[in-house]
């Protein structure tokens, strides 16, 4: 059938608008378009050129070497060095099993980190290396280097790792370094990126992480180009990061190598303090541990055994270690009795070996008594009753002011680990700690420094240096950062009277040097360099009344862990002050035979700076000595573990 002309007309028209309809709707739709692409190229084109460069560059970062650690001399005590590795890349090592056992043959390879490297490498994307022999030789390195085409995917790597050349002798005060864990990330809010790297190296105590974020340094960069994998391509550009601060710290390694050999096998503790700028010469705890081994990982059994002695290696005793002072507390009772003007230096105390305090008696370690006493003798004879009744003229909150002003009963700004306060107890003290009041039996055991006053060996220290010298010294680790030194902390004066403090001396001169004196068999006979000290015995125990009526057992036939401590503190020399120092010898038994000897030899040798003459000491004693310097000499020239030498 023809179409008409107006449906021919119509049906026309009808084509041209929906043309013209599509054909907008085409335009529209190329306009929106057009500006979307201008959009994307033009106004965010800087942004997705961006991203697309992210993508084909990573950033990675470059571990920083880390500051040393130097003592006073230059002598370095915590070095970095080369540490080798092997690695693998499984994508590269064609059959895995294969090419490890040929490595085997080549490197002694531990069963137990290759299973635990293969289980990382499963893991891990194919393309990362993963470490299968950490810390290997230099000769298991060429080894690997010289078969590495038999080795496909196979790397020997070098980087930086901590060592401590003396071994034992700092690992209290220097501390050591471990792969950084999960609870070291927790310290910090924001943790630096660098410490995210596998088996990068944060100190773990002492000095090593008191000092994490100077010794630490700043990471470096590199850029590097991957493909789509995630591949390393190549490296584009390097940015070398900056090293940690060097660190030069005020101890004399030759002293606290001889005080180590001089020890021996003795739980002990030496300090010695130089009393100029209060510079800490040596701080030594004994028995020790190899810091070494934790930087590389110690066995479970190598740990246990630490843990296990009952010396306790692991604890810092010269810090952590708290100790009745017995009497070289001493010195604080009678500087409290004389500031407050309750007792002159003539005046005497009558001591028939005990003191009955209501129906308790506390008894003297003499058991025959000493007679008439006044401050002098009684120091220098180290007589308890004229102690207890000072204690009960004065009392114990005097007391314990004065304590605390000569260093006891608070934590000293060293940067080690655990640093305790101790105590110096008072009336609020024990309300607070135990809910109880204060009793006179207390005041009287605390007079001569028993009861529950504890105080660590460097607290000793500087109670000795503040006696010498008048001033509120404290002590000092660090000597300089980076070159800087570091402030002097000679202190301010301590507002003591001086006379007050002569007399002292004076009486602990007396306890050296007077035949009557406890210590006068460890006395000094070079009249240039003589000390002034005091001993200490501290008991760990109880002493029975019965046990007081058939006799009271001897310190050698006591177990180990029930004998006497021997304490002594002391200053040289007593004309001009240098040094002080304080020895604890854990169940050593009396200060003036376990204590006294160590640190008259060991305030020698640090007045010296080295073995001293034979004629600064006693006669009878040159024979013994002669043969102990020789004795120490090989021991400490003697190579220690690692090869390295000790001295």
């Known amino acids: 059938m023809r179409r008409t002309p107006k449906d021919s007309a119509d049906s026309a028209r009808r084509i041209t608008r929906r043309g013209m309809i599509l054909g907008g709707a085409q335009l529209g739709f190329a306009t929106l378009l057009g500006m979307r692409m201008r959009y994307m190229q033009i106004d965010q084109g800087e942004e997705f050129r961006l991203l697309a460069e992210e993508n084909r560059v990573n950033l990675r970062l470059i571990p920083p ?185 005020t101890v004399n390694t030759g002293l606290q190598d001889y005080i180590h050999a001089r020890i021996g096998e003795d739980s002990a503790s030496v300090v010695v303090m130089d009393l100029v700028d209060g510079d800490l010469l040596a701080a030594v705890s004994a028995p020790g541990f190899d810091p070494n081994k934790f930087v590389r990982g110690i066995s479970y059994n190598d740990y246990g055994t630490l843990q296990g002695d009952e010396r306790h290696p692991l604890v810092s005793k010269t810090v952590q270690g708290f100790y009745p002072p017995g009497s070289t507390f001493k010195m604080v009772t009678a500087l409290a009795a004389l500031e407050a003007n309750i007792i002159g230096p003539g005046e005497t105390v009558w001591c028939p070996g005990h003191l009955k305090v209501g129906s308790r008696r506390f008894h003297c370690w003499k058991r025959a008594g000493h007679g008439h006493m006044n401050l002098e003798n009684s120091l220098m004879q180290s007589c308890d009753v004229y102690y207890y009744e000072l ?149 760990v125990r109880n002493i029975t009344a019965a046990e007081r009526a058939r006799g009271v057992i001897r310190n050698e036939d006591l177990p180990w862990n029930r004998r006497d401590h021997g304490l002594f503190v002391n200053f040289a020399p007593y004309e001009n002050p240098r040094i002080a120092v304080s020895v604890v010898v854990e169940h050593g038994g009396g200060g003036s035979s376990a204590a006294a000897p160590i640190a008259r030899d060991v305030t020698l040798q640090a007045l010296y700076d080295g073995d001293p003459p034979l004629e600064a000491y006693p006669t009878a004693d040159r024979g013994r000595i002669e043969e102990l310097q020789k004795e120490l000499r090989e021991r400490r020239d003697a190579p220690a573990a690692g090869g390295t030498s000790r001295a």
């Open 65 to 249: 070497a880390r500051g040393q650690i130097f003592d006073r001399k230059g002598v370095v005590i915590a070095a970095n060095e080369p540490a080798y590795r092997i690695t693998v890349v499984r994508e590269d090592a064609g059959d895995l099993d294969d090419t490890i056992a040929r490595l085997a043959t080549l490197v002694e390879l531990d069963p137990a980190e290759i299973e635990r490297a293969v289980a990382e490498m499963q893991r891990s994307a194919p393309f990362l290396p993963v470490t299968v022999a950490d810390r290997v030789s230099w000769d298991a390195v060429s080894r690997v280097a010289a078969n590495a085409p038999a080795l496909p995917g196979v790397n020997p790597e070098v980087g930086l790792s901590r060592h401590y050349p003396h071994g034992e002798i700092y690992a209290h005060v220097v501390g050591y370094v471990q792969p950084v864990s999960e609870r070291d990330l927790a310290r910090y809010e924001d943790p630096d990126p660098v410490l995210r790297i596998p088996r990068f190296q944060f100190g773990k105590i002492g000095v090593e992480t008191k000092y994490e974020d100077m010794l630490r340094g700043r990471a470096g960069s590199k850029r590097v180009e991957v493909n789509a994998a995630g591949r390393v391509m190549r490296e584009l550009d390097r940015r070398e990061g900056e090293a940690g601060a060097d660190l030069q710290l």
């Open 391 to 539: 204690a009960l003229r004065v009392g114990i909150d005097r007391i314990a002011e004065m304590g605390r002003r000569l260093g006891l009963g608070m934590a000293h700004d060293v940067p080690m680990s655990a640093v305790g306060e101790g105590i110096m107890p008072d009336k609020a003290w024990k309300r607070e700690r135990w809910g109880q009041e204060w009793r006179i039996g207390d005041t009287v055991n605390s007079s001569i420094g028993q009861g529950d006053v504890l105080t660590s060996p460097l607290q000793l220290a500087v109670m000795a240096a503040r006696i010498a010298t008048g001033r509120a010294i404290e002590p000092r680790l660090v000597k300089s950062i980076d070159g800087v030194e570091e402030p002097s902390r000679a202190g301010a004066d301590l507002g003591l009277n001086e006379n007050h403090l002569r007399m002292i001396r004076n009486a602990m001169f007396q306890v050296s040097n007077n035949r009557r004196g406890t210590a006068y068999r460890s006395r000094i006979i070079a009249e240039d360099m003589r000390m002034a000290g005091k001993t200490g015995t501290s008991q």
